[in-house]
């Protein structure tokens, strides 16, 4: 079965400060790996996801970015962080024959 | 514009009894459904799921019922427990598991004892 490693769970950084988050992926091999953003009473928000190595698409614009550098290790990452960049931030993945996602346990981040 | 729609926000139950969570969709081509329950500070866990080509599927307290022609599917809880507290979303996805799958915006349960 897949299961899917983030870290930090939490974090706190300052405004203008870099982010970067990243998740791993056991138990399945070329896995469509997605990033979600879950703001404070709101649903989930795709962000980016991936169907390879080096291969990133964005769902919406903002002040984040992603890469895939290996298969199974996906990176959320931000040059200067904005106080609306806060909120949670899940990592999931899905591979041959599994429908639906298997998600990591998030990362709450606040901007402060 | 938002594929997967769950009308209610918020919804309370008193121990014992149904639970009805509702989604309505309005993509047609949409294949498989799950539901998905998240407690706070966790990732969201998978629940239970449901094949365009069934109107039901039962899995212990949790059943799914999907009515194709009106784009729409519950999931009902019986008997509903406190630990069911929790934000469910509906979510619906494509004929591989590859496809992207399109989330609600969730609906928070609260389990009254």
């Known amino acids: 079965s897949q299961t899917i490693h983030q870290w930090p769970a939490t974090l706190v950084q300052p405004v203008g400060s870099p982010l970067s988050l990243e998740c791993t992926v056991e138990?399945?091999?070329?896995?469509?790996l997605y990033w979600y953003r879950q703001a404070a009473g709101r649903g989930l928000q795709l962000l980016f996801y991936?169907?390879?190595?080096?291969?990133i698409s964005s769902e919406v614009p903002q002040n984040l970015s992603a890469s895939r550098p290996q298969d199974r290790q996906f990176i959320l990452s931000s040059k200067k962080l904005l106080l609306s960049d806060s909120g949670f931030y899940l990592c999931?993945?899905?591979?041959?024959?599994?429908?639906?996602?298997?998600f990591g346990s998030g990362t709450r981040l606040t901007v402060v | 514009d938002q594929q997967v729609k769950q009308n209610s926000p918020s919804l309370s139950v008193q121990e014992g009894r149904i639970s009805i969570l509702n989604c309505d969709y309005t993509?047609?081509?949409?294949?498989?459904f799950l539901w998905y329950k998240k407690y706070p500070a966790e990732g969201p866990t998978f629940l239970i799921s449901?094949?365009?080509?069934?109107d039901k599927n039962e899995d212990g307290r949790f059943t799914v019922f999907l009515n194709k022609s009106a784009k729409h599917l519950s999931l009902h809880i019986v008997p509903s427990q406190p630990g069911d507290s929790a934000v469910y979303f509906c979510a619906a996805s494509g004929e591989t598991s590859y496809d992207k799958v399109i989330f609600g915006p969730g609906t928070s349960l609260s389990v009254i004892p």
């Open positions: 138990g399945t091999s070329n896995p469509n």
């Open positions: 991936s169907v390879g190595i080096g291969q």
């Open positions: 449901i094949s365009s080509i069934k």
């Open positions: 993509n047609s081509m949409f294949d498989y």
């Open positions: 999931a993945g899905t591979g041959t024959g599994l429908y639906g996602y298997t």
